[in-house]
């Protein structure tokens, strides 16, 4: 299993292993140094050398750099387009289960669904290729097979995307009769000369998945120093990529040494969670990558299928007129009205009067540990651009009722007068609780838990990972739904029954008779056919063929 070293907000890293129970052996965590830009570039020399400095022991770089397989996830951006997640970082955007998917978990998190992929990839590669590079606000998803990894010194993997899409990404390009050699790499080409290139070969759009040899790491980290021997910034798309391939964009001879090969990932599709607006539409698409009603498991419908709800408490129902609609770690109840394009997280137990108008988003950031909140409202497209970021706009307040008045005030436009302090985006981030917030996420959660448990002909309950289930009942001491009538399908019940064991078993209780149970409604089931209609058995060969 390849290590995993996340670059990640500051405010994340000294909480990442409580928030997340990830284990401290398998995933190293670190921030770029205040105050630096190092590019991506420059980021991934700096998290490779933080990790050995952590990790490496005795070894010098090169021979550590040569005894695993790692995987850098950059994920340590301010998250401005995105601000909802912002605080806790844009790899633990929780992610709501796939109707069309079974074995998922309730609590799963864009980081959870990047990562098999990049591991089979990884468990794939030749030998030589131990470094692994990937961007942290996308998730990639195929359902086909790998391809052989190929054995190369830079080895990228893209898909092929219409140029309307192509134009806003890296792309790289090869001669038809050399389809897999990079000749150049092109950052945000136009679509005349994408309708260019296809006249010579093909492009590729850089979905941002490379691996890179232990030469081709000791290069990059040779790039990205100035003359002082210090880190600076330095590009690993524009400026490394630029100067790779048989014709390069930024010709450097040395880095024109190493061999590159592109690899289309086959059945691949892109999913960007880089913004607030992209986060839902993104949901959606997944959501919707099958159709086929024979495939899909979950069949429940919602009243617009753009409605996302997760570990929450909601006492209101929608309607069709409800679109873009994301409520995340937040107690709604009766009195709160959404209309359209409304991001609500975050939000406590309350009973307020809130009307959120098109556009309107409302995000509660637990700060410190004496029960403060900070109380942003925004717009679904706000960037928190430039000066932005900095600006000290959203009021900090310790009660409900100061809670409530601070979001009535912020959508009306007006500056809170009354609070005890104004944070900026930037300070909200560095400041936020997350242990706070994510108690207050699995409080919410241990109550969805058995809603959809009970709920379970038009939830997901039966399409999960039982095995996760069963430990969160058993672990958070939720109470067992009722037992299945018989009437249900096999699967369902015998999916039942070994859940109930495994509960059973977590809490250290007899847990055969339920184990018995799925085994015996598995006999019947593969059974029941051969008994209702039995057939005589008819020798078809010659007995001196036999």
């Given at each position: 299993m390849p290590k995993k070293l996340l670059s990640l907000p500051p405010n994340l890293v000294n909480d990442f292993h409580n928030v997340t129970s990830l284990s401290d052996k398998e995933y190293f965590c670190t921030s770029d140094p205040i105050n630096a830009r190092l590019g991506s570039g420059g980021g991934t020399s700096w998290l490779l050398e933080e990790c050995h400095r952590a990790w490496g022991g005795d070894a010098d770089f090169a021979t550590w750099l040569a005894e695993e397989k790692r995987i850098l996830l950059h994920a340590g951006g301010q998250s401005r387009r995105l601000p909802a997640y912002a605080p806790s970082g844009k790899i633990l955007t929780p992610v709501p289960i796939f109707r069309w998917e079974r074995g998922q978990k309730l609590g799963q998190t864009l980081l959870d669904l990047q990562l098999p992929l990049y591991e089979r990839i990884m468990d794939a590669a030749p030998d030589r290729l131990h470094t692994m590079i990937v961007s942290g606000d996308v998730y990639i998803h195929t359902s086909e097979a790998i391809p052989q990894v190929p054995d190369a010194d830079v080895v990228c993997y893209g898909l092929w995307l219409d140029a309307s899409i192509a134009r806003n990404h890296g792309v790289f390009f090869s001669r038809h009769d050399t389809p897999t050699r990079l000749e150049r790499m092109l950052q945000k080409p136009s679509v005349e000369e994408l309708n260019t290139l296809l006249q010579e070969g093909y492009y590729l759009t850089d979905i941002g998945v490379w691996l890179l040899s232990d030469r081709a790491v000791e290069l990059l980290r040779k790039r990205s120093r100035n003359a002082d021997g210090n880190l600076c910034e330095y590009d690993l798309y524009s400026q490394f990529g630029g100067a790779l391939g048989t014709n390069p964009t930024n010709p450097d001879p040395e880095l024109a040494s190493l061999s590159v090969e592109i690899v289309p990932l086959p059945g691949g599709k892109f999913y960007h969670y880089g913004t607030t607006r992209e986060m839902i539409t993104s949901t959606l698409a997944i959501q919707n990558r099958i159709n086929d009603q024979r495939e899909i498991i979950h069949r429940d419908c919602k009243p617009h299928p753009s409605i996302f709800v997760q570990n929450s408490l909601l006492s209101r129902r929608f309607t069709g007129d409800n679109t873009n609609i994301w409520i995340e770690n937040s107690c709604l109840g009766p009195k709160w009205q959404l209309t359209k394009d409304n991001v609500v997280t975050g939000v406590p137990d309350n009973n307020w009067d809130i009307t959120l108008q098109a556009?309107?988003?409302?995000?509660?950031?637990?700060?410190?540990?004496?029960?403060?909140?900070?109380?942003?409202?925004?717009g679904i497209d706000d960037k928190f651009a430039g000066a932005e970021q900095q600006r000290r706009r959203f009021p900090v307040v310790s009660t409900l009722e100061e809670m409530e008045q601070a979001i009535k005030d912020q959508l009306q436009g007006i500056e809170s007068l009354?609070?005890?302090?104004m944070m900026s985006a930037e300070e909200l981030s560095n400041e936020a609780s997350l242990p706070r917030l994510v108690a207050q996420r699995h409080r919410y959660r241990n109550s969805n838990w058995k809603a959809i448990a009970d709920n379970h002909a038009h939830s997901v309950f039966y399409q999960l990972d039982l095995h996760d289930a069963a430990r969160q009942f058993a672990e958070?001491?939720?109470e067992l739904p009722g037992e299945l009538s018989q009437s249900e399908p096999l699967i369902k019940l015998m999916s039942d029954s070994m859940f109930r064991a495994e509960v059973y078993r977590h809490c250290g209780k007899k847990h055969d008779n339920y184990e018995d149970k799925a085994f015996e409604i598995l006999r019947s089931a593969l059974t029941s056919t051969v008994l209702f209609r039995k057939e005589l058995p008819i020798r078809a060969v010659c007995s001196d063929q036999i």
């Open positions: 556009g309107q988003c409302v995000d509660i950031v637990p700060v410190g540990d004496d029960g403060r909140y900070a109380v942003r409202v925004y009354t609070a005890e302090r958070n001491g939720i």
